[in-house]
């Protein structure tokens, strides 16, 4: 079967977002010698968590975690035909780095659909890789925000093909994947009702309920319903957010987007010309992009809080390559697409180690296989990837706790102040209710 000539740019880029894939994978695993396991960072929670929800631990009650389900279900379900914890890690990492690509295709696809320039279509799904840590996160472990970024995109695609309702499913994804990303149905619904068109938005709604009466149902079968209330609604209400001023904030964020501030800055401008036009099937992928870039200002941890972002930006890309820019008569399109592809090579190539950038990472480190676990809490990294990797059973539902717990156990008062904050009990309903209440009141 010859495939369709049209669509060359969007195998392109899936060929190019592979290839950049395969060429990471072997620079950061060089270090590890036969045998050797890598840190998983904070991708331990995600595979730790999934691979004993397998094997009877409940969400919310027995581990603690203020994300929705559905990026726990997806470890789950790859834990449940995982063997080993080697298999499992495989498997996870394949998954994350097949959101990855996956973002990429979806955003040529997206251009192309809504333009028909090849160029554009390239230059969009090439951005996402100027962001070194896009390329290099999914390659270290399970990660929640390439899954989000990928789904965002698809439901994004899946509305501009006139499919609601598949837009509809890939949006309550997103959204049962990171809360935040209840933006993504809520824009497209409100989208479809100023053009008036009604059974669009009831069939967005339809796709989107259809994902939360699916994703909760494991919930259900938990019993943890209270709990998944208390953890993801009201944990967030009680902790302070991100560190330092949405300033600082913004700036960290520049600083790990490196060679893709221009990237981001092109993807603005192509929105800025989107509504110069009146090209109004723009708008819902410029709302996103606006949301999880306004969210920066909010909270800014680390460069997965990009992985969003950048993408959506890149779909604005696409816009300005095919608006043809000029100055004084000259053509910019060939520039700038050649201006992209130079970012992300840079980006690729460097693998972030650059000036400005905040989190290089030039290889996974191996895990100390000689370590011991002091059965005291808190763990420490290594202890963390130790419990994983030797498949040690949840001594407790916070082993994995951080400055957000520590908040909301003691604005809650979940153990009395002589206790320590880790004793506390997890998904606790009533007491973080009424802590939200006296907050807010």
Same mark, same amino acid.
């Given at each position: ?86 298999? /499992? ?23 192309l659909d809504r333009t028909g320039d090849g160029l554009a279509a390239l230059a969009a ?174 909270? /800014? ?65 191996? /895990?100390?296989?000689?370590?011991s676990l002091d059965p005291a809490l808190p763990y420490n990294r290594t202890e963390a ?57």
């Amino acid at each position: 079967m010859v495939p369709d000539p049209r669509r060359r740019p969007v195998v392109a880029v899936a060929a190019v977002a592979l290839a950049v894939e395969a060429f990471t994978a072997l620079r950061l695993y060089a270090r590890l010698g036969p045998g050797e396991r890598p840190v998983l960072f904070d991708s331990v929670i995600f595979e730790y968590h999934g691979w004993w929800l397998a094997r009877g631990r409940r969400l919310y009650v027995d581990l603690w975690e203020v994300k929705p389900p559905v990026a726990f279900e997806v470890t789950t379900a790859l834990a449940l035909v995982a063997p080993d914890p080697v298999t /499992y890690h495989a498997l996870a990492v394949a998954v994350t780095v097949g959101a990855t690509v996956a973002t990429c295709v979806l955003a040529a696809a997206f251009v192309l659909d809504r333009t028909g320039d090849g160029l554009a279509a390239l230059a969009a799904g090439v951005g996402p890789l100027a962001v070194a840590g896009f390329v290099t996160r999914g390659l270290v472990g399970f990660k929640a925000k390439p899954l989000v970024a990928a789904l965002v995109l698809a439901a994004l695609v899946a509305d501009g093909r006139d499919s609601p309702l598949l837009a509809g499913v890939a949006g309550g994804l997103a959204a049962g994947t990171w809360q935040l990303a209840a933006a993504v149905p809520a824009v497209l619904v409100a989208t479809a009702l100023a053009r008036g068109d009604r059974s669009a938005a009831g069939r967005v709604l339809a796709g989107t309920g259809l994902v939360a009466s699916v994703a909760v149902a494991p919930v259900v079968a938990w019993g943890t319903v209270p709990a998944m209330v208390a953890e993801t609604v009201l944990v967030p209400l009680l902790s302070t957010g991100g560190n330092g001023t949405p300033a600082g904030r913004i700036a960290r964020a520049l600083a790990g987007m490196g060679p893709a501030v221009p990237v981001v800055a092109l993807g603005v401008a192509g929105y800025a010309f989107a509504a110069r036009d009146r090209a109004r099937e723009w708008l819902p992928a410029a709302l996103l992009t606006a949301w999880f870039g306004g969210l920066l200002l909010l909270d /800014y941890d680390a460069s997965p809080d990009l992985f969003v972002v950048v993408p959506a930006a890149a779909l604005g890309v696409g816009y300005a390559v095919a608006a043809r820019p000029r100055i004084r008569g000259r053509a910019l399109r060939r520039p700038l697409v050649a201006g992209v592809l130079v970012l992300a090579a840079l980006s690729v190539g460097t693998l972030g180690a650059m000036p400005g950038a905040v989190e290089p990472r030039a290889t996974v480190e191996p /895990y100390d296989s000689s370590a011991s676990l002091d059965p005291a809490l808190p763990y420490n990294r290594t202890e963390a990837q130790y419990v994983f990797w030797n498949e040690v059973p949840p001594p407790s539902c916070r082993l994995f706790g951080a400055v957000t717990q520590r908040e909301v156990v003691r604005a809650a008062e979940l153990v009395p102040p002589d206790e320590p904050w880790r004793a506390a009990p997890c998904g606790r309903f009533g007491p973080l209710a009424e802590a939200v209440a006296e907050k807010y009141s």
